[in-house]
């Protein structure tokens, strides 16, 4: 067992080759360390990314996320960006190409599901006036979060209340592949939560960039003074 192994075992971070301390999970991967470093957790307003993310989260399901995140620009091509004004329109012979295209997850229900969502998608933007207005609408309230965030806490973190009252609020709209689990793991992504571990070089860059972060309001709410 290594050094950076033992420190993974008992704090949930590692110590790389430029010595910074990183949350465990990235380790070994140059694309991995990189999505760690200047994605995960840091706020996300741009509609486009989060319907990218969500997306993805889905065709994570039974899979690992690095998985993913090495197709993450074949499935970008395949479905157009992931705008998902243009993903709404895909119908039976895109899906029958996607499903030929061995550069993603070929499965007839996860493709199937994104263009559902991307339907349902043009709901809420409709709706709301965005996907940002309506996804941080379910940040979770300062006093919700644990005091102290270290690994033993992010371990038992699968899901959670907001997690799960997002969940079942986009299966109500007729979202699908959007569990509670995989909707948390949207939401550590996504920076609506700071889930890096205490010690981890990026947990104070990611606080920092929540607080400067202006929360996007539903349309017909102001601002307030």
Same mark, same amino acid.
């Given at each position: 067992?290594?050094?950076?192994?033992?420190?993974?075992?008992? %704090?949930?971070?590692?110590?790389? *080759?430029?010595?910074?301390?990183?949350?465990?999970?990235?380790?070994?991967?140059?694309?991995? @360390? =990189?999505?760690?470093?200047?994605?995960?957790? /840091?706020?996300?307003? !741009?509609?486009? /990314?989060?319907?990218?993310?969500?997306?993805?989260?889905? &065709?994570?399901?039974?899979?690992?996320?690095?998985?993913?995140? @090495?197709? @993450?620009?074949? #499935?970008?091509? =395949?479905?157009?960006?992931?705008?998902?004004?243009?993903?709404?329109?895909?119908?039976?012979?895109?899906?029958?190409?996607?499903?030929? !295209?061995?550069?993603?997850?070929?499965?007839?229900?996860?493709?199937?599901?994104?263009?559902?969502? =991307?339907?349902?998608?043009?709901?809420?933007?409709? $709706?709301?006036?965005?996907?940002? =207005? #309506?996804?941080?609408? &379910?940040?979770? @309230?300062?006093?919700?979060?644990? $005091?102290? &965030? !270290?690994?033993?806490?992010?371990?038992?973190?699968?899901?959670?209340?907001?997690?799960?009252?997002?969940?079942?609020?986009?299966?109500?709209?007729?979202?699908? &592949?959007?569990?509670?689990? %995989?909707?948390?793991?949207?939401?550590?992504?996504?920076?609506?939560?700071?889930?890096?571990?205490?010690?981890?070089?990026?947990?104070?860059?990611?606080?920092?960039?929540? /607080? *400067? #972060?202006?929360?996007?309001?539903?349309?017909?709410?102001?601002?307030?003074?």
């Amino acid at each position: 067992m290594s050094e950076s192994d033992e420190i993974g075992e008992t %704090t949930g971070l590692i110590r790389e *080759d430029d010595g910074q301390n990183r949350c465990f999970w990235c380790a070994g991967d140059p694309l991995y @360390r =990189a999505y760690h470093d200047r994605e995960w957790g /840091r706020p996300v307003e !741009d509609d486009i /990314r989060l319907f990218e993310k969500i997306c993805l989260e889905g &065709f994570q399901s039974g899979l690992s996320w690095l998985t993913i995140l @090495r197709k @993450r620009e074949n #499935f970008r091509a =395949a479905f157009a960006g992931f705008d998902y004004r243009e993903v709404a329109r895909f119908d039976e012979p895109e899906v029958e190409n996607l499903l030929k !295209d061995a550069g993603i997850v070929r499965h007839r229900g996860k493709i199937v599901s994104t263009i559902n969502n =991307a339907k349902r998608a043009l709901e809420i933007v409709e $709706e709301t006036g965005s996907l940002a =207005a #309506f996804f941080w609408s &379910f940040e979770p @309230r300062p006093h919700a979060r644990p $005091e102290r &965030f !270290d690994h033993a806490t992010l371990v038992k973190l699968a899901h959670t209340e907001e997690s799960a009252a997002l969940s079942k609020t986009l299966k109500k709209r007729g979202w699908s &592949f959007v569990g509670p689990t %995989t909707v948390y793991a949207f939401m550590q992504a996504m920076g609506l939560v700071n889930d890096h571990i205490e010690g981890c070089f990026c947990r104070d860059e990611v606080e920092e960039a929540r /607080r *400067d #972060f202006t929360r996007p309001l539903p349309k017909g709410v102001a601002t307030s003074a």
